[in-house]
C-alpha cells in the first residue's frame, strides 16, 4: 500500500491536496452511514418521539387548538400541521444529540483522537463529521413527512402519477411524484441540522466521561423544543407571558422551526435564516476552538489527566 503524499506548504507545514480532503469526506460520510444502517432502532427511536406528539398530543387538540391565519399560511390550519415542523426540527435536535454522543464514544475509544492527529485540517474534519450526522438526520425527517402524509396531515399533496385501487385499503395505491415543496425544504433541513449539530458537537467537548452525556442531551432538547414556537405560535406564547415570550424569541430553536415551516411553503422567513446561520458559525467557530489540542477544552483535559 502506497503512503500517501502529504505536500508541504512554503512555510515547510504539511498540507493536503482535493483528492486527500475528498476521500477523508467520503470515508467520514460512508462510516457515519454504515453505522446509521447497523444501529436500526436508531431510526426507528428518531420516529417514535414525533410520531407520538403528531398522533396522540396532535390529535387530541386537533379540533380544540385551531390556527388562525398566520404566515405563511394562507388558510385557518389544524393544529396537526402547525406542529408538524416544529417535530421535524425536534427529529434533528435529537439526531444532533445523538452524533455527539457517538463522538464522545469515540473520543473514549480512541479514534476521534487519532482523526483529529491527522494532518488534515481540524475544522474540515468536524464538518464533515457534522455533514455526515446531516445526511442521517435527512433520511429520518422525510420518512416522517411521508408518514404524516399518510396519516392524513394536510401537508402539501403528493401528486398523483399511476393509481389503482385496492380492495379493503382505504384509499387508492400507486406511484405519486413528491411536491416541489418537499424539495425546497432542503436547504433549511440542511441548515438547521448543521446548527444542531454544531451545538451538540460544542456540548460533546465540554463531556469527560460518556455518562454524563444522557443528562446533558434531556437538560437541552426539552427546555428548546418546549419553549419555541415548534408547539404553540409567538403570539400565543405573547398573550400567556411576556417572560416565555421573549425567552421563545432568544431560542434558536424557535427559528429553526420558522425556517423549516416557511420553506414547506416556497417562502424564505429572512430573520430565521440570519439566526440559524449566525448560530451554526458561532457554535462551529467554538467547536473547533474547542477540539483545538493547542488552545481549546480538550487541551485543558489533557493537563487536568496530566496533573493527577
Excluded at 9 to 17: E, I, K, Y
Aim: net charge positive; charged share 10%; glycine share 6%.
Amino acid at each position: 500500500m502506497q503512503a500517501p503524499d502529504w505536500r508541504r506548504d512554503g512555510r515547510g507545514r504539511r498540507g493536503v491536496s482535493f483528492i486527500h480532503l475528498l476521500r477523508a469526506f467520503r470515508g467520514i460520510v460512508w462510516r457515519e452511514m454504515l453505522r446509521f444502517l447497523q444501529q436500526r432502532e436508531r431510526f426507528f427511536a428518531a420516529l417514535v418521539r414525533p410520531m407520538v406528539w403528531l398522533i396522540i398530543f396532535a390529535a387530541g387538540f386537533r379540533a380544540a387548538l385551531g390556527i388562525s391565519i398566520i404566515p405563511p399560511y394562507e388558510t385557518y390550519i389544524t393544529y396537526d400541521v402547525y406542529i408538524t415542523p416544529g417535530l421535524l426540527a425536534m427529529i434533528q435536535l435529537f439526531n444532533g444529540m445523538q452524533s455527539s454522543l457517538s463522538m464522545v464514544y469515540d473520543r473514549e475509544m480512541g479514534s476521534m483522537r487519532v482523526l483529529l492527529t491527522t494532518p488534515l485540517p481540524r475544522w474540515f474534519l468536524l464538518i464533515s463529521r457534522l455533514f455526515a450526522g446531516v445526511i442521517v438526520s435527512l433520511f429520518q425527517v422525510y420518512t416522517f413527512l411521508i408518514v404524516a402524509q399518510l396519516l392524513g396531515v394536510a401537508l402539501p399533496p403528493w401528486y398523483p402519477l399511476w393509481t389503482v385501487a385496492v380492495p379493503f385499503w382505504p384509499g387508492e395505491l400507486g406511484i405519486v411524484i413528491p411536491p416541489i415543496e418537499y424539495l425546497t425544504v432542503l436547504p433549511a433541513l440542511i441548515l438547521t441540522g448543521m446548527m444542531f449539530g454544531a451545538l451538540g458537537m460544542l456540548l460533546s467537548s465540554t463531556i469527560k466521561q460518556l455518562e454524563n452525556f444522557a443528562g446533558i442531551m434531556n437538560f437541552v432538547i426539552f427546555p428548546m423544543f418546549f419553549a419555541s414556537s415548534a408547539l404553540y405560535p409567538l403570539w400565543k406564547m405573547q398573550e400567556g407571558s411576556m417572560w416565555l415570550y421573549y425567552i421563545c424569541i432568544y431560542n434558536p430553536f424557535t427559528w429553526a422551526v420558522e425556517l423549516i415551516r416557511f420553506a414547506l411553503y416556497q417562502q424564505i422567513n429572512w430573520t430565521a435564516l440570519a439566526v440559524v446561520v449566525g448560530c451554526l458559525v458561532v457554535f462551529l467557530a467554538l467547536s473547533v476552538w474547542a477540539y483545538d489540542p493547542s488552545r481549546g477544552i480538550q487541551q485543558r483535559k489533557a493537563g487536568a489527566a496530566a496533573a493527577a
